[in-house]
């Protein structure tokens, strides 16, 4: 039952916050917002996962010290000014970031 209730407690952290934070620090395009949602889970999932291959890979992988790693990197996104990316015409703006950021994201897309 105790573990229902920490992993409860400790879940929502791990896989939506530091999406939140990320997301919220360097910017998103125009999108819906379940469409944030999404982006936020799955920054979030692919966080937790890199960082947990790390800290195993390191030998020192422990819940307490992943979570504070999780924190520290959502509260440096949060200690960040907030990026909004702004486009008055609302034309002309490719789907993802790589091409605002890599001039030369067009030729793979």
């Given at each position: 039952m105790l573990t229902w209730i920490v992993a409860a407690l400790i879940l929502p952290l791990l896989l939506y916050l530091p999406g939140w934070a990320v997301l919220r620090a360097f910017g998103h395009g125009p999108t819906d917002s379940l469409e944030r949602h999404y982006e936020r889970v799955?920054?979030?999932?692919?966080?937790?996962?890199w960082l947990a291959l790390a800290l195993a890979a390191l030998g020192s992988f422990s819940l307490i010290l992943h979570l504070a790693l999780t924190l520290a990197l959502s509260a440096g996104g949060f200690l960040l000014p907030r990026r909004q990316i702004y486009d008055p015409a609302g034309v002309g703006r490719p789907s993802s970031l790589a091409g605002n950021y890599w001039p030369g994201c067009w030729y793979w897309a």
């Open positions: 799955v920054v979030s999932a692919l966080w937790s996962g």
